[in-house]
Each structure stands twice: as structure tokens, then as C-alpha cells.
């Protein structure tokens, strides 16, 4: 592989990506799309696709790895009914159902196992990527999926026996006996624990005395890549071997160390990976059996989709749970390629019934992320249980009124009842309301955003409404609402940011603060004074820091910006910093260039 060629596989990420994720499909579709145009069928700049897919079955290998050190040996043990029986029970029941559908397709019973075995197992490399996009990797819905795949990493082992034991021609597929390769597969896990507990923390150690970061990144790699190799040569999945260590290395010292040594080759490689998925759609066999294609994907997706649900039904999941976990893994997997290949090679497949299937997995892989976003826009939103939680009473009243009670409205509230002042709570969150209610607080299941609400939790009669919400709408319609129904209650708003506090002043709010802006203040000046800074000096640059904004405000407010919106001034900066324990420099005149943009938004 040339310069070029690794050029054509960045620009299609760096295209395709960003774009997918704009619209909404997320990353993996972007990488697939971004594969199919580069690919033997689009621009034609590869003609090899499966040398990129084998190569970048690395990320995959490293994804495994990085999981595992999320999951200690104690919640893995956790997870063995997970993993041994909701994995085996889902295995087995879409197995079966599977291969009934490949049979009534036509399918000879052989063909129709092993293509069945196939696209029972889902593709680790989607579900995971999907998974953390949506920061879901360690709920508890997550960590079944994660159980699950694991259960299908490790049946990947005896289904490749089967293919031998289908073949017409068993002797070929391996020259020694079963038993010895049971041996070999159980030496190769205990070799990699016993390396991975009792040898690689002191060789870190090592490393980390030599203060050498390539070489603690390249041992990283290092046990990785060792762990995955080992595990292939016993006949096991390469990803089975980097989980193992990670699990094992989980409770090292070194442990974050090596997350995040792994983590950069790990985004790159899984990227590849999908390119590399996205490069082998043959549209030559698509356009000559599409039909046929077509009822593949469509029967072994729906009859894959009815087992998972039925499976996590009867495992305790409810509805909603049930049809996510479903969207997600109603696909074929990588796994399949491996199934395929060998299926050929052992003459249970023919080239063409190979190609067929291959084709039919990466399809149903390009749907997975349409199908999660369906199944996520078309299930209702939770239904919140009102069992101990109060719905605000007409005729409530109260000195203050707090709208939303989140860790902003917990923080304001304290300062009034320390005071005894006469307050009434409100929020939408029952599951908050009843947690705070067990530590004695008094909160009324009511929306802000209805007029009805504000007037039953006395908004008429209280002499101060705090808007303590942390979505900007929902913010903006109560202060439109209070300011039009309830205009002599003096009326003090969350800002979300400094947009939303200009608008705020224009709508007349008598007090509004940026959410973050007086703990950054005050994070700011403790940073200060962890440098060096006396604590005079580091006030004193707080406060001109606070006056700067006060006036950036007041300038936006009377329209003295520049184009786009910058305020654009310059001023000495007040005080050099000194780092501790360091002679201090003499410095020159310096001016500050204070160019204010849009806050980002902070995260709730």
C-alpha cells in the first residue's frame, strides 16, 4: 500500500465521517459509505479490500482489549449469567431459527447451518462503536450486549469445528486430534493470565522508571498484539485473547496508562476496519442476485430481530429494552467473513454461495445504524412512575418559586431554607423528586411550561421565581410566560450560556448567570494560586477578569461588536504568572487580544 492509497483511506474518513455525523447516521455508516466510494466498485483505488479488512481487524482485537480493562476479574464474574446463559440462549435460539428460515429459502441443510451461524454473530465492531457514541457501554443494557457478544466471540471456536465436521473432506481441516487442540487452547488462556497477573506490572514498572513514553506505548501494542497471537495459534479468536488480558490488567496501576496508549491506534484501526467492510460489497453479485439478496437480508434480519427480542423477553428485559437490543444486533457480523472463508475452503460453500452471504452480512451491517435510529424515534419516551411522588396542589404558595431542581436548583435551594424562607419546588423528574425526598426535601411533580402549573404552585403570590432549568426552551417559554402573566415577581434565571444571557437581558429578567461562569471564576483563580500566585494577586485578576465580561456584555448589549460578533480590544495583562518555586523573568509590555466568542455548551 502506497503514500497514495493511505491518503485516499484518510480523505474518505475525513469526508464521510463528518458528514454522516451532521446528518445524524453516525461514524460507522460514514466509514462504510466513505469505503464503497474508494473501493473496486466506486473509484476503484483498491482492488484487495480483504487485506485492508484483515489488517484492520486490529482495532477490533484493540477495542476488545480496551473493554476488558473497563471490567474487572469481580464484574466479569458478575456477568457470567449474562454471558453463559442469556449469550448460549441467544446463540442457539436464533441458530436454529436461522437455519429453518436458510432451509425454506432453499438452501441445502449444510449451507443453510453454517450461513446461519454466520449471522448469528453480530458484528462486535458496530454494536460497541454504536454503544460508545451513545456513552452506553457500561449501562447495565450495555453490559448484556457485551456479554452477549463475548459468548458469540468465543462460539466462533466450535462452529469452526463444525465446518470440519460438515466438510466432505474432514482430514483436511486439521492433522491432529481433537483433544490435543482442547490442550492447547486451555495452555494459551492460562499462559496469558499468568503473563498478564504476575509479569507485566513489574516490566511496566520498568518502563515507567525509564521515562520513556514510546516504549510504555509500544509495550502497550506489544501485549495487545501478543495476547491476540498467542489465542489464534490455540484456534481461538484473536479478540478472546486482547479481552483477556485487558480483564486481567484491569486492576494494574498501569491501567489508565495503557488505555490511553491504546486508545489513538484503536480509533484509527477500527475506522479501517470499516472502510475495509464498506470496499467488499460486491456490486457485481448484488446487481446480478438482488432478489435473492433482498430475501436473505430481509428474512435472516427479521427472523434474527423476533429471536433476540423473544430471548430478552424471557431473560427479564422489558419492551423498549428489548426491540434496542435488537436494533442493534439484528445484523451479520465480521465474524461471518471468517465462517465463509472457511466454509470454501473445506468445500462447504461454493465461491458464488460464499459471495451471496458475505454480501448479504455487509448489507444488513450498512442498515444497522437506519434501524437503531428508527427503532429509537418510534419507542415512547420512558413513562415516568408517579408511585410517591406529588403532584403540585392548587392554591400552593410560597416566598420563592423554584422551577427544576437538577444540581443547580439543589445548590440555590439551601441557601433559602437555611434561611427558613417559605420555598416551593417543582421539577419534572420523579425519579429525582423521590430521591430527594428521601433526604427530606419537599418537591411537586409540575412543568414549568404550563401556565396552569405556575399558577397552582403560586407564581401569583411569590415575590421571587428562580428558573433553575437546564434546557435554554424550556427556560426561554417560562421566562416568557412569568413575564407576561406573573410581572411583579422578580424573576432570576439559569443562563445557558452568553447568547442566552444577552437574550435574557432583552426579555427583562431581573437576575441571570451563566451556569458555569462563577465556579470557572473561581476554578480559575485556585488555579492561580496552585502556580505560585499570592492569593491577593490571583483575586485581583479574578475580578478584572469579571469586569472584562461585565464589559464585553455591556458592549454586545449596545451593538459594539465586530463583524461576526467578536469584541475585539486590547489591554496590559495585569499580572505576569509565576510558576512555584521558580525565579521570576522579567517581562515585557504585553497586551491581551480578547476576542469573545460563543460559550460551548457545557455539559449537564
Keep these: 500500500m502506497d503514500l497514495l492509497h493511505v491518503i485516499a483511506l484518510l480523505g474518505a474518513a475525513v469526508v464521510f465521517v463528518p458528514i454522516f455525523k451532521r446528518i445524524g447516521l453516525g461514524s460507522v455508516l460514514g ?164 503473563v498478564a497477573r504476575y509479569l507485566l506490572n513489574p516490566i511496566f514498572r520498568i518502563f515507567a522508571a525509564a521515562r520513556a513514553r514510546e516504549i510504555m506505548t509500544a509495550a502497550a501494542l506489544l501485549v495487545v498484539l501478543g495476547s491476540a497471537v498467542v489465542m489464534d495459534f490455540a484456534g481461538l479468536s484473536m479478540a478472546t485473547g486482547a479481552f483477556v488480558a485487558g480483564v486481567i490488567l484491569s486492576e494494574s496501576s498501569f491501567r489508565n496508562e495503557l488505555e490511553a496508549d491504546i486508545e489513538p ?52 428485559s422489558d419492551n423498549d429494552e428489548a426491540f434496542r437490543r435488537l436494533a442493534l444486533m439484528a445484523q451479520g457480523g465480521e465474524f461471518a467473513f471468517v465462517l465463509y472463508a472457511a466454509a470454501v475452503n473445506m468445500r462447504v460453500f461454493s465461491a458464488d454461495t460464499s459471495a451471496l452471504f458475505t454480501a448479504a452480512v455487509i448489507i444488513s451491517m450498512v442498515l444497522t445504524p437506519f434501524l437503531v435510529i428508527a427503532v429509537r424515534r418510534l419507542l415512547p419516551k420512558p413513562v415516568q412512575s408517579f ?79 428562580a428558573i433553575c432549568t437546564d434546557d435554554r426552551e424550556s427556560t426561554d417559554k417560562i421566562v416568557e410566560l412569568v413575564k407576561s402573566e406573573f410581572p411583579l415577581a422578580a424573576l432570576n434565571v439559569r443562563s445557558f450560556d452568553r447568547g442566552h444571557t444577552l437574550d435574557l437581558i432583552k426579555a427583562g429578567v431581573d437576575y441571570q448567570i451563566r451556569e458555569v461562569f462563577e465556579s470557572a471564576m473561581t476554578f480559575g483563580e485556585a488555579t492561580l494560586r496552585a502556580l505560585g500566585v499570592e492569593p491577593e494577586d490571583a483575586r485581583a485578576i479574578a475580578e478584572e477578569v469579571r469586569e472584562r465580561d461585565q464589559e464585553r456584555l455591556e458592549l454586545q448589549m449596545t451593538g459594539g461588536l465586530l463583524a461576526g460578533g467578536d469584541t475585539l480590544r486590547t489591554r496590559p495583562v495585569p499580572t505576569p504568572l509565576v510558576p512555584p518555586k521558580r525565579a521570576p523573568r522579567p517581562l515585557s509590555e504585553e497586551t491581551a487580544v480578547v476576542a469573545e466568542k460563543e460559550d460551548a455548551p457545557p455539559a449537564e
Excluded at 471490567?71 to 454471558?83: D, H, N, T
Excluded at 484509527?268 to 438482488?290: I, K, P
Excluded at 403540585?392 to 437538577?406: A, C, M, N, R
Design 387 to 465: 408511585d410517591g411522588v406529588e403532584r403540585v396542589p392548587d392554591g400552593q404558595t410560597g416566598t420563592v418559586l423554584i422551577i427544576g431542581f437538577g444540581r443547580f436548583g439543589q445548590v440555590v435551594s439551601q441557601h433559602l431554607l437555611a434561611r427558613g424562607i417559605d420555598v416551593t419546588i417543582i421539577d419534572t423528574d420523579t425519579d429525582m423528586i423521590r430521591s430527594a425526598g428521601r433526604f427530606g426535601f419537599k418537591i411537586y411533580y409540575g412543568d414549568g411550561t404550563r401556565l396552569d402549573v405556575l399558577r397552582a404552585a403560586g407564581a401569583g403570590t411569590a415575590q421571587v421565581i
Design 265 to 316: 491506534f484503536r480509533g484509527l484501526l477500527l475506522g479501517l476496519f470499516f472502510l475495509g467492510v464498506g470496499m467488499s460489497l460486491d456490486l457485481f453479485v448484488v446487481g446480478r442476485d438482488w432478489m435473492l439478496i433482498t430475501a436473505i437480508v430481509a428474512t435472516f434480519m427479521i427472523v434474527k430481530a423476533a429471536g433476540i427480542y423473544a430471548v430478552a423477553r424471557v431473560f427479564g
Design 31 to 194: 466509514y462504510l459509505a466513505g469505503g464503497l466510494v474508494i473501493g473496486p466498485f466506486g473509484l476503484k483505488l483498491f482492488r484487495e479490500p480483504e487485506a485492508i479488512v484483515s489488517f484492520a481487524e486490529i482495532g477490533v482485537v484493540l477495542l476488545l482489549f480496551v473493554i476488558g480493562l473497563e471490567m474487572k476479574p469481580s464484574r466479569l464474574w458478575a456477568l457470567r449469567k449474562e454471558i453463559f446463559g442469556l449469550g448460549v440462549s441467544q446463540v442457539v435460539f436464533c441458530g436454529l431459527l436461522l437455519t429453518g428460515a436458510a432451509v425454506l429459502l432453499g438452501f441445502p441443510p449444510a449451507v443453510a447451518f453454517i450461513a446461519a451461524m454466520g449471522f448469528v454473530m453480530t458484528s462486535t465492531a458496530i454494536v460497541l462503536q454504536l454503544l460508545t457514541e451513545r456513552g452506553e457501554t457500561n449501562s447495565t443494557s450495555g453490559q448484556k450486549i457485551v456479554s452477549i457478544l463475548l459468548l458469540e466471540d468465543l462460539a466462533i471456536v466450535p462452529l469452526l469445528a463444525a465446518i470440519a465436521f460438515l466438510s466432505p473432506f474432514p482430514s483436511e481441516m486439521t492433522s491432529q486430534p481433537r483433544w490435543l487442540e482442547i490442550v492447547i487452547a486451555l495452555a494459551a488462556i492460562i499462559g496469558v493470565i499468568a
